[in-house]
């Protein structure tokens, strides 16, 4: 990009700063400034046009160790843009695509994209009907979700959300789809174990992590919900399939709810400002199921993060989050407490449009165990009164321990469709019946072992073409004689 003086000689406008808070400068003497425009300052500081007002502009900084009121800034005629390539793969990296990581520039054919664009319009989407496998089996059994999907992922602070998180980058890492983790206002600690946990599953080459610190400038972490889409955008356009994660959407909520204050607009509800729906679910559109100019469909996954206080779902930015997305995933902190590893609640989540990316099998198969599941919670309230229970009960709830098993995941573990079948079909046929849940549990434990070895590739194959239940039981039974 041209310097402060090149871009005077372009637009013959100058303008002074004429007050600073924080990150955030008021200009005058800019007459043709235009919303969104990128302005400069002569010590080459960037900033990105807010609001203008008759005599003023209000200016997001992004550069600010060297401002003072009365330096000389211009406009470039341009919209703000960051520098996208292939090269930020594998790389750290803050809102402005600068590295952060240590491993020196970013090299490669860089393209500069506005950070803020509208989304397609409905005549350039198409149906989502292609399942994402997350690994997590209470997820994909449940809560299905589908390439071009926006599920929200809510709940207390270390439920394990994040974990969940990075299973499914693991997961769609290793069929080639471009992950981008995005971390609004995390400390660096956070990142830290992120990328440790990608390095050491041999993935990070393909994500990309963008960065936020809390001692960032508001307006940096405003900004990194924005850049990140606009990365994905970029991948999404060269036909590959984008994961991305925004991690999380309530810390850029008070971000912004923090900008608005020190702008002095009117507060709404909660102190939050009254466009803080149309900003989040502007971006939250962008993600999709989107045919291209080829008529090929290419598409944004986005797993949007919102944070709860003590499990309470009906706060004001997460209604919001809940109301523009296609579902959400509820992690539960009453279930952290009892030892559920993920702590999911299966009965308070839902994916609007997963279902329809899954076979009738599946279909079939989560009916049946959300069935089993409301037996097994009824059957746990007459358990409570000390009574002594009938034979059904006790199986009711002898099976629903052993789903509450099958369905806790060890972090790292991420599991095919077929092996979740499979260990599903094992308990359907029953298996484990007439054995303890701690028995089963070292059993499924093995079986881990040698899924990662491979030893279970060909009936993972073969359950692929399993149409419906009780070939699945049968099937299912079948391996175990032939054992």
């Known amino acids: 990009m041209s310097d402060f003086k090149n871009y005077l000689e372009k637009t013959k406008e100058i303008g002074h700063i004429v007050s600073i808070t924080h990150s955030i400068i008021m200009v005058s003497g800019l007459p043709n400034l235009k919303p969104k425009e990128m302005i400069i300052t002569e010590d080459e500081e960037k900033g990105m046009t807010y609001g203008l007002n008759e005599n003023l502009a209000e200016v997001f900084m992004f550069d600010i160790e060297k401002l003072k009121i009365g ?115 995390k400390e660096i600690t956070h990142v830290k174990r992120v990328e440790e946990y990608l390095k050491e599953a041999g993935l990070f080459e393909n994500t990309i992590i963008l960065v936020a610190t809390p001692n960032s400038p508001a307006t940096i972490i405003y900004l990194a919900p924005y850049s990140g889409m606009t990365i994905a955008e970029y991948f999404m356009q060269k036909g590959k399939k984008v994961l991305i994660i925004l991690d999380d959407l309530t810390t850029h909520a008070k971000i912004y709810r923090e900008i608005s204050l020190l702008l002095k607009r009117a507060p709404g509800r909660t102190v939050y400002p009254g466009d803080i ?127 509450g098993i099958l369905f806790n995941q060890d972090p790292k573990t991420v599991l095919s469709r077929g092996f979740q079948l499979f260990l599903l079909g094992l308990l359907l046929s029953g298996f484990w019946d007439g054995r303890s849940p701690k028995i089963m549990a070292v059993t499924i434990k093995e079986m881990l072992e040698h899924y990662k070895e491979g030893v279970f590739l060909k009936i993972e194959t073969e359950i692929e073409k399993i149409k419906n239940t009780e070939d699945l039981i049968s099937f299912s039974r079948n391996q175990l004689q032939n054992q």
Do not use: W
């Open 277 to 403: 729906f149309h900003i989040q679910a502007a971006l939250m559109e962008r993600a999709g199921n989107i045919i291209n100019k080829e008529g090929e469909e290419i598409s944004i996954t986005a797993l949007p993060v919102a944070e709860t206080l003590e499990n309470d779902i009906s706060g004001y930015i997460q209604t919001n989050l809940m109301a523009m997305t296609d579902g959400h995933i509820f992690f539960d902190i009453e279930e952290f407490k009892k030892g559920k590893r993920p702590a999911i609640n299966a009965f308070l989540s839902v994916s609007r449009v997963g279902n329809q990316t899954k076979e009738l099998l599946d279909q079939e198969l989560a009916s049946l165990v959300r069935r089993k599941l409301a037996e097994y919670q009824k059957a746990l309230e007459i358990a409570r009164f000390g009574v002594e229970l009938p034979e059904k009960t006790r199986k009711i709830i002898d099976f629903g321990e052993k789903l």
């Open 71 to 185: 330096k000389r800034v211009t406009r470039t005629n341009e919209i703000f843009k960051i520098p996208v390539t292939q090269d930020l793969l594998g790389r750290i990296v803050n809102p402005l695509c600068q590295p952060i990581d240590g491993l020196g520039p970013i090299r490669g054919e860089k393209i500069f994209l506005s950070v803020e664009k509208e989304a397609p319009p409905i005549s350039q989407r198409a149906k989502i009907k292609n399942f994402l496998e997350t690994g997590v089996t209470i997820v994909d059994l449940l809560i299905p979700i589908g390439y071009g999907q926006r599920e929200l992922v809510i709940g207390d602070g270390k439920t394990g959300k994040a974990t969940f998180l990075l299973q499914t980058i693991l997961s769609q890492a290793k069929k080639g789809v471009i992950c981008i983790y995005v971390s609004i206002g």
